[in-house]
């Protein structure tokens, strides 16, 4: 199985600055034949499903905030926001969908310092 | 408007057995790979099961392999997570979610608000 891992576990950060949350996976995650990477990147709030932010690790989903981006290939990713929100507060996972199992980060914890 | 209602949660002692119903509407159920995610109280997402649009093959997670069965009926517009043997490391919110695409490799577009499954005696 591909092993996602995310740093930091938890990040706080003051409104109007920026965010970088990391994700590497253990193998590359790029599929030559259409050169994407299988790679998204999902917000959470408290008491709430998650939601799909970033698709093929940098196509933002229609009606998110352009203030998201992500970044990356091969096995290191990046999401970044680029001028921190106080509705920005969540949890941030990364997940592979390049082979089965598909698999998920642990999670960072975003908050506002 | 895409909609996934899932229903069936609930308490059930170790051992014992459970199905989760998930309710689709808004999309054309049958073109698009349709998954299972869960998340234990306090804890991080954990993919469990997906059954892919284009092959309706099926995909489990290691840890409920030989134990859960997940299936759909395109004509009802459901999808189903038999779950038998449970666990106490299965107490979780099962989430029914729909890939953006049919393809079995595909991120996870829109997520039900999810349903509690408790397994303890």
């Known amino acids: 199985d591909i092993v996602m891992t995310q740093s930091p576990d938890s990040l706080a950060v003051s409104l109007g600055e920026r965010a970088t949350i990391n994700c590497r996976s253990s193998?590359?995650?790029?599929?030559?034949?259409?050169?994407?990477?299988?790679l998204g990147w999902y917000q959470q709030k408290p008491g709430q499903p998650p939601k799909l932010l970033i698709n093929?690790?940098?196509t933002r989903e229609s009606g998110v905030p352009d203030r998201f981006s992500g970044s990356g290939s091969g096995t290191d990713f990046t999401l970044t926001i680029s001028s921190l929100q106080a509705e920005d507060v969540a949890v941030y996972y990364c997940?592979?969908?390049?082979?089965?199992?598909?698999?998920f980060g642990q999670g960072t914890k975003l908050e506002i310092k | 408007e895409v909609q996934l209602l899932e229903s069936g949660g609930g308490l059930v002692q170790p051992g014992g057995s459970l199905r989760l119903s998930c309710a689709a509407s808004g999309f054309t159920f049958s073109s698009y790979t349709m998954n299972w995610v869960r998340q234990a109280p306090g804890k991080g997402l954990e993919w469990v099961s997906a059954i892919c649009g284009s092959s309706d093959s099926t995909y489990y997670a290691e840890s409920v392999k030989g134990r859960f069965t997940i299936s759909r009926d395109n004509s009802k517009n459901a999808l189903y997570l038999q779950m038998n043997s449970l666990r106490a490391e299965d107490t979780a919110v099962y989430y029914c979610a729909k890939s953006t695409g049919g393809s079995c490799y595909s991120g996870i577009g829109y997520w039900g608000q999810g349903i509690l499954v408790t397994v303890s005696s």
């Open positions: 093929w690790a940098s």
């Open positions: 193998q590359s995650v790029l599929y030559s034949s259409n050169n994407k990477n299988y």
């Open positions: 997940q592979q969908y390049y082979s089965m199992p598909c698999t």
